[in-house]
Nanobody, 119 residues
Framework: QVQLVESGGGLVQTGGSLRLSCAAS????????VGWFRQAPGKEREFVAV?????????YYADSVKGRFTISRDNANNTVYLQMNSLRPEDTAVYYC???????????WGQGTQVTVSS
């Protein structure tokens, strides 16, 4: 089992940057694909980005954040990051990370971190 804790959210102006962190417990975290999702008020949770267990080139982004957000992982420190640049008001949401257990349909969620982008 993996426990996830997100941090790094906050209030930023349009065009600003934030870096979110997803810290995980568990010795086998490096074998999990990890994704970031977000949920704005009154909307469904949506996919933002994912990084495979090997990191590096194994990344994929939603079209809405491509070129602005970068996902990366530091397996030595059991942490996945989401660097968010050129933020827009429509990026305002609670951001969650999710770790997918290999070979199963099980995913673990963190508690979320609020990102608010003011216009």
């Amino acid at each position: 089992q993996v426990q996830l804790v997100e941090s790094g959210g906050g209030l930023v102006q349009t065009g600003g940057s934030l870096r979110l962190s997803c810290a995980a417990s568990g010795r086998t975290f490096s074998s999990y694909a990890v994704g970031w999702f977000r949920q704005a008020p009154g909307k469904e949770r949506e996919f933002v980005a994912v990084v495979g267990w090997s990191g590096g080139s194994s990344t994929y982004y939603a079209d809405s954040v491509k070129g602005r957000f970068t996902i990366s992982r530091d397996n030595a420190n059991n942490t996945v990051y989401l660097q968010m640049n050129s933020l827009r008001p429509e990026d305002t949401a609670v951001y969650y990370c999710n770790a997918a257990e290999p070979g199963t349909d099980i995913g673990y969620w963190g508690q979320g971190t609020q990102v608010t982008v003011s216009s």
